[in-house]
């Protein structure tokens, strides 16, 4: 499961089609945010600088709809110009479990071989990856991410960087309460292969820190996964069979889309 992985902060990331998904951020971003008062939930709000090689001036990102973003210095060595907002950044580690606590029904966990084999009035397909046998779909492809995680060193913990000026050299900077996370990269990797870690990629994720001047702790692990990304997301019903749901593709921002793609499936499932 991907999400244990992710950084996992509020940013569309490579995921479509911008105005559903702009549209679902922004909602998801409105309840992260009203969890922030809930420290048990792991989520925290982090001032954004996401560092784009636009020259100042340059009007609003396509993601940034109601959210405040100011084009500014970013406070790190060089200062390029960055985009500047305040977005909510969840751990995934305490997160996943304290939703887990909250359903009314416990989960049941096994493969599922056939969507229309399971049973009930509603079946709600959120397989990731998985999707592309479930549901056929080849649209649907794996895209490697790494991340590392370190302790907290000199760096402000109130703040995350993203740096997206080389896509071949991405770089993000993501505090935690207790470590940071530092990326990454996003590569297309062949279905089925597990994701593994490159100690170069690690080098170089390093170095940018360094380079940036973000003085971050001793590396505590290294991890890689999969984003399950796909050109846009499959939130529809099934056209064969009406009881399922699909709700997967969520590339880089399933957390960032959550609330809103369930908000929409749970719309789809009421009765009219
Ligand atoms: C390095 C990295 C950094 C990331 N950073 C961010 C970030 O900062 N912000 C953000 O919003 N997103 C981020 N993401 C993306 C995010 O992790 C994913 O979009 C999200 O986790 C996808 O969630 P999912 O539930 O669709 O898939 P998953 O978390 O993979 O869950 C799918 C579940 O379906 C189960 N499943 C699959 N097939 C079957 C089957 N046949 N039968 C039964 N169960 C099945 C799996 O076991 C799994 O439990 C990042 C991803 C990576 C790799």
């Given at each position: ?37 809930a420290p048990e939930a792991g989520v925290d709000l982090v001032t954004d600088y996401e560092i784009t090689g636009e020259p ?7 993601w940034a709809a109601d959210l405040e973003v100011a084009r500014v210095p970013a406070p790190v060595t060089g200062a390029p ?45 959120c397989a990731g990856l998985g999707a592309r046998e479930l549901a056929a779909d080849e649209q649907l492809v794996p895209l ?129």
């Amino acid at each position: 499961m991907v999400s244990w992985v992710a950084g996992a902060v509020w940013f569309p990331y490579r995921a479509g089609p911008p105005a559903r998904v702009a549209a679902w951020a922004a909602r998801t971003r409105t309840w992260l945010a009203s969890l922030a008062a809930a420290p048990e939930a792991g989520v925290d709000l982090v001032t954004d600088y996401e560092i784009t090689g636009e020259p100042a001036g340059a009007p609003a990102p396509w993601w940034a709809a109601d959210l405040e973003v100011a084009r500014v210095p970013a406070p790190v060595t060089g200062a390029p110009l960055a985009w500047r907002f305040r977005a909510p950044r969840v751990e995934p580690a305490r997160f996943l479990p304290w939703l887990a606590a909250r359903l009314r029904a416990p989960i049941e966990r096994r493969p599922v071989v056939e969507l229309a084999a399971e049973p009930g009035d509603a079946v709600v397909h959120c397989a990731g990856l998985g999707a592309r046998e479930l549901a056929a779909d080849e649209q649907l492809v794996p895209l490697l991410g790494q991340v590392l995680i370190t302790g907290c060193g000199e760096v402000d913990r109130a703040v995350a960087f993203t740096d997206e000026r080389d896509p071949d050299a991405l770089f993000y900077l993501i505090p935690r309460r207790d470590e940071l996370v530092l990326g990454g990269c996003s590569l297309p990797w062949p279905p089925g292969a597990p994701p593994e870690v490159d100690p170069a990629r690690t080098a170089r994720i390093l170095e940018q820190a360094r380079a940036l001047g973000l003085a971050v702790g001793p590396v505590r692990h290294a991890r890689a996964g999969l984003r399950p990304y796909r050109p846009e997301v499959r939130l529809e019903r099934d056209a064969r069979d009406p009881r399922v749901i699909h709700n997967y593709g969520h590339g880089g921002a399933g957390f960032t889309l959550c609330r809103g793609c369930a908000e929409e499936v749970a719309y789809l499932m009421t009765p009219r």
